[in-house]
């Protein structure tokens, strides 16, 4: 508990100087443009600081949980500008209700002319914010091992008949794909993306879902988010220092980890 609270302390602290760096280089960036006193223009910067941090942290609720990687480009697009709109809009209406509190009626015009400098920052700060959340979450998904004792457990108990077939739905399309052409499954939250060689497609369904049903000695958890067809492997490459790297049917490339090249090797007799 004294290490959770000294953590939150430093937390605190750290963002309390964050806001104040930063409230304190606004007010230098501005105070030639601007005739607002330095000091009330810095705390101006501060509480835009806070603004800030409050709606990073929403954020990130929704780039974790939002699960746009299961729509497709199109869908995504339009779901991440629309979220941008509100992150500028937001920000940009805090940021002058505080400048309006602070200055009063009398200094509106100066107040507006400065919106459309925050619209540009905020149009800056939102894509650059979006990518380092979304590398994070790539790397947290690469380093992340499989949890060889829980999914072994889970499998014992979910081991069902096996699939000879997988049945898609696109609009009005259906397509019925035979296990065989499969060339490996990835994990995209709750949903699956089946890759074959000759297209990719969308599932709703989780990869231990397929794990559960599918031949262990054909398809082989390689990753906590790749379930791969061995015969469609093609080569096994040293990637990096001490990681192993996949070549695919399909001309993909899958970095796997440690505990996942354990268990090809036990299934391909290496």
């Known amino acids: 508990m004294a290490i959770i609270n000294r953590n939150n302390i430093v937390y605190s602290l750290l963002i309390a100087f964050s806001c104040i760096v930063y409230g304190l280089l606004?007010?230098?960036?501005?105070?030639?443009?601007?005739?607002?006193?330095?000091?009330?223009?810095?705390?101006?910067?501060?509480?835009?600081?806070?603004?800030?941090?409050?709606?990073?942290?929403?954020?990130?609720?929704?780039?974790?949980?939002?699960?746009?990687?299961?729509?497709?480009?199109?869908?995504?697009?339009v779901n991440y500008f629309v979220v941008g709109l509100l992150f500028m809009a937001i920000w940009n209406g805090l940021s002058l209700l505080t400048l309006y509190t602070i200055f009063g009626e009398s200094q509106m015009e100066e107040i507006n002319n400065i919106s459309y400098t925050k619209a540009i920052l905020a149009f800056l700060i939102y894509p650059i914010i979006v990518l380092s959340f979304q590398l994070q979450l790539n790397k947290q998904q690469t380093n992340e091992p499989i949890n060889e004792e829980t999914d072994e457990t889970v499998l014992e108990t979910e081991r069902l008949e096996k699939l000879e077939r997988i049945v898609i739905k696109t609009g009005q399309k259906i397509n019925v794909i035979a296990i065989s052409e499969i060339v490996y499954f990835q994990a995209e939250g709750d949903y699956v993306r089946i890759f074959t060689d000759t297209g990719k497609f969308l599932k709703e369904d989780t990869i231990k879902f397929y794990q559960a049903r599918l031949p262990e000695m054909e398809f082989v958890r390689v990753h906590r988010s790749y379930l791969v067809n061995v015969s469609k492997i093609l080569r096994i490459?040293?990637?990096?220092?001490?990681?192993?790297?996949?070549?695919?049917?399909?001309?993909?490339?899958?970095?796997?980890?440690?505990?996942?090249?354990?268990r090809l090797r036990e299934v391909l007799g290496l």
């Open 26 to 77: 606004q007010a230098v960036a501005f105070h030639r443009f601007v005739s607002f006193p330095f000091v009330q223009y810095a705390l101006c910067g501060i509480f835009d600081a806070l603004f800030l941090f409050g709606l990073t942290f929403l954020l990130w609720k929704v780039v974790k949980y939002g699960n746009f990687k299961a729509l497709d480009f199109r869908q995504r697009f």
């Open 237 to 262: 490459e040293l990637y990096e220092k001490q990681s192993q790297q996949l070549t695919l049917s399909n001309g993909d490339k899958l970095k796997i980890s440690a505990s996942g090249y354990k």
